[in-house]
C-alpha cells in the first residue's frame, strides 16, 4: 500500500483546510487510517483515525471539535477536514494505515505505512 497526502499550505488563525490521503492498493476491511501530525521540535503525535469497515472515528482531544476524519471507500482516499485552525496545529501531517487493526489507534507503531507528509502552516 502507497499513501499519498495532499492540501497542506498556508492558512491563517480560524481558517480551514482539508486533507487528502489517497491510497494505491488494497486497503482490507479490517484496517484503520489514520493522521499523526510533527510539528517543530516536537515528536510525532496522534490526531485521528478512522476504521475501514465500521467508519467508527477517534481524535486527539486537542482537535475534538475542530477535525473531521472522513473516508470514501470507492475511491481508497481518507479527508481530514480542519476548521477554526490555531498557530500551534502547525506541523507536518501525515497520513498511515494498517493491515489489521489492533486497537491502537493512537499510536504510531499501530501502522503499517505512512504518506510522505504535507505542511500545515497557521499563521495568527
Known amino acids: 500500500v502507497q499513501l499519498q497526502a495532499s492540501g497542506g499550505g498556508l492558512v491563517q488563525a480560524g481558517g480551514s483546510l482539508r486533507l487528502s490521503c489517497a491510497a494505491s492498493?488494497?486497503?482490507?476491511?479490517?484496517?484503520?487510517m489514520g493522521w499523526f501530525r510533527q510539528g517543530p521540535g516536537k515528536e510525532r503525535e496522534f490526531v485521528a483515525a478512522?476504521?475501514?469497515?465500521?467508519?467508527?472515528?477517534y481524535y486527539a482531544d486537542s482537535v475534538k471539535g475542530r477535525f473531521t476524519i472522513s473516508k470514501d471507500n470507492a475511491k481508497n482516499t481518507v479527508y481530514l477536514q480542519m476548521n477554526s485552525l490555531k498557530p500551534e496545529d502547525t506541523a507536518v501531517y501525515y497520513c498511515?494505515?494498517?493491515?489489521?487493526?489492533?486497537?491502537?489507534?493512537?499510536?504510531?507503531?499501530?501502522?503499517?505505512?505512512w504518506g510522505q507528509g504535507t505542511q500545515v502552516t497557521v499563521s495568527s
Open positions: 492498493g488494497r486497503i482490507f476491511s479490517s484496517s484503520a
Open positions: 478512522i476504521r475501514w469497515s465500521s467508519g467508527n472515528t
Open positions: 498511515a494505515a494498517d493491515r489489521y487493526y489492533t486497537g491502537t489507534y493512537y499510536s504510531w507503531s499501530e501502522y503499517d505505512y
